[in-house]
């Protein structure tokens, strides 16, 4: 029951680290990227919001779990194993959905960032958002540089394009006749290959963290089995 009780007390521990990072991740992606997120024409949910959510129930749920352990309660062991359950069978969906529609996602930024080209100079939010995106990953346009020369603003510009597609600010052409000084790919191309490079360890990471909690259930199952009803007090 000691070896039970430190096991569960120490994966808690853990587990709360686990949602601290899913939060502070969920954080810095709501600071930093969540002008990049606002450019997709999808109507999936934002990651930073989900991560924030889910960071903040995991820290909430392994102090409770951590506590029925240390006084060794039955009902709220019980409920920590379905709720460890319940945040597994979610996180399997929402790993699932997301090979599911892949392409669908893939397609809701394409069109996000179409969009978000045509309207430039009119929606300032997807305006800033873009010239942030072009300046981080070093790109322009949606598939290349001349997505810009077809727009409106580029038409009323003399087939210019923004700054941020610009390699640096003194000699880019207003003009791009051969795009020197211009970066040569176009923004969807440079997030597919950041996103397919990052996949191996996001999967990794996710494959451990369900390890984890199938190991965080056996625990919490073990030690509820083996704690004694309480029995009420006559009157």
Same mark, same amino acid.
């Given at each position: 029951?000691?070896v039970?009780?430190?096991?569960?007390?120490?994966?808690?521990?853990v587990?709360?680290?686990?949602?601290?990072?899913?939060?502070?991740?969920?954080?810095?992606?709501?600071?930093r990227?969540?002008?990049?997120?606002?450019?997709?024409?999808?109507d999936?949910?934002?990651?930073?919001?989900?991560?924030l959510?889910?960071g903040t129930?995991?820290?909430?749920?392994?102090? $409770? #779990?951590?506590?029925?352990?240390?006084?060794?309660?039955? #009902?709220?062991?019980?409920?920590?194993?379905?709720?460890?359950?319940?945040?597994l069978?979610a996180?399997?969906?929402?790993?699932?959905?997301?090979?599911?529609?892949?392409?669908?996602?893939?397609?809701?930024?394409?069109?996000?960032?179409?969009?978000?080209?045509?309207?430039?100079g009119?929606?300032? #939010?997807?305006a800033?958002?873009?010239?942030?995106?072009?300046?981080?990953?070093?790109c322009?346009?949606?598939?290349s540089?001349?997505?810009?020369?077809?727009?409106?603003?580029?038409?009323?510009?003399?087939?210019?394009v923004? $700054?941020?597609?610009c390699?640096?600010r003194?000699?880019?052409?207003l003009?791009p006749?051969?795009?020197?000084? $211009?970066?040569?790919?176009?923004?969807?191309?440079?997030?597919s290959?950041?996103?397919?490079?990052?996949?191996?360890?996001?999967a990794?990471?996710?494959? #451990?963290?369900?390890?984890?909690?199938?190991?965080?259930?056996? $625990?919490a199952?073990?030690m509820?089995?083996?704690?004694?009803?309480?029995?009420?007090?006559?009157?």
């Amino acid at each position: 029951m000691t070896v039970l009780k430190l096991s569960l007390v120490a994966f808690s521990f853990v587990f709360w680290a686990a949602g601290l990072t899913m939060l502070v991740v969920g954080l810095w992606a709501e600071v930093r990227l969540g002008g990049y997120v606002a450019l997709s024409a999808g109507d999936t949910p934002g990651a930073p919001a989900i991560l924030l959510a889910t960071g903040t129930a995991v820290m909430v749920w392994a102090f $409770l #779990g951590c506590f029925g352990a240390a006084v060794e309660h039955r #009902g709220l062991l019980r409920t920590y194993g379905a709720f460890l359950a319940a945040v597994l069978l979610a996180a399997l969906t929402a790993g699932l959905s997301a090979l599911v529609y892949r392409q669908d996602i893939a397609r809701g930024f394409r069109e996000g960032l179409r969009q978000a080209v045509s309207a430039y100079g009119e929606d300032e #939010g997807k305006a800033d958002a873009l010239d942030a995106l072009q300046r981080a990953l070093g790109c322009c346009g949606v598939e290349s540089y001349r997505d810009w020369l077809a727009s409106p603003w580029a038409l009323q510009q003399n087939a210019s394009v923004p $700054l941020s597609c610009c390699r640096a600010r003194r000699g880019c052409p207003l003009s791009p006749a051969g795009a020197r000084g $211009l970066h040569p790919e176009g923004c969807f191309g440079k997030v597919s290959a950041f996103v397919s490079s990052n996949m191996f360890c996001v999967a990794t990471a996710a494959l #451990g963290l369900a390890v984890l909690q199938v190991v965080g259930i056996v $625990l919490a199952c073990l030690m509820a089995a083996r704690v004694p009803a309480r029995v009420s007090a006559p009157h």
